[in-house]
């Protein structure tokens, strides 16, 4: 399984901006993914989940701005961002299976004041 990410850049604060990313291998066999954020210095923070069923969770910091989804049609995981603030600048990774078991290559979202 191999995780490869688009998406990211420099977005105002209150913009939106969409990350993807798009699973090599068979999607189905995924129970769990995840989107973490990691800033200078800090570990990498869990922001959201989704379950095979689709089942979500989010990080508080990001509850009612940000959505994940799961296309297992296309193999593609989405974070839709919205309401973006400077403090969600970050490099924001995707994770899939236990762990998580694989990681994406990480993209720099960067939200200016």
């Known amino acids: 399984v191999q995780l490869v990410q688009s998406g990211g850049g420099l977005v105002q604060t209150g913009g939106s901006l969409t990350l993807s990313c798009v699973v090599t291998?068979?999607?189905?066999?995924?129970?769990?993914m995840t989107w973490y954020r990691r800033v200078p210095g800090e570990e990498r923070r869990l922001v959201a989940a989704?379950?095979?069923?689709?089942?979500?969770a989010y990080a508080d910091s990001v509850k009612g701005r940000f959505t994940v989804i799961r296309d297992n049609s296309k193999a593609t995981l989405y974070l839709q961002m919205s309401n973006l603030r400077p403090e969600d600048t970050a490099v924001y990774y995707c994770?899939?299976?236990?762990?998580?078991?694989?990681w994406g290559q990480g993209t720099q979202l960067t939200v200016s004041s």
């Open positions: 291998g068979n999607i189905y066999e995924i129970s769990q």
């Open positions: 994770g899939a299976g236990p762990g998580p078991q694989y």
């Open positions: 989704i379950s095979g069923s689709g089942d979500t």
